[in-house]
């Protein structure tokens, strides 16, 4: 295979996991304790982003939070199954 088309893996350890939620969501503190936990493990780092705070998140992602992204890439929102974020981060 062409290294042009070959996928490189990253390390976990490489990758930013960013939640934007908002306070006082029910469904934000379940995706952070699952981003929290699976960024632990994993040895990815994370932040959390308010979308309150931030008029650009807001606008891109008012109906869907929380919103997990990979590297500023959306992952998912709403629910966030620690499986697939823990496959999409290569561990």
Request: net charge negative; aromatic share 6%; glycine share 4%.
């Amino acid at each position: 295979m062409s290294a042009l088309f070959r996928r490189t893996k990253k390390n976990p350890a490489d990758r930013m996991v960013t939640l934007v939620g908002k306070p006082g969501c029910h469904l934000c503190d379940d995706a952070r304790a699952v981003v929290r936990e699976v960024c632990a493990q994993t040895g990815a780092s994370w932040e959390e982003r308010d979308i309150t705070q931030d008029e650009e998140l807001h606008r891109a992602y008012w109906e869907q939070i929380p919103v997990v992204l990979i590297d500023n890439e959306q992952h998912t929102f709403w629910r966030v199954d620690p499986v697939r974020l823990r496959d999409a981060l290569g561990s």
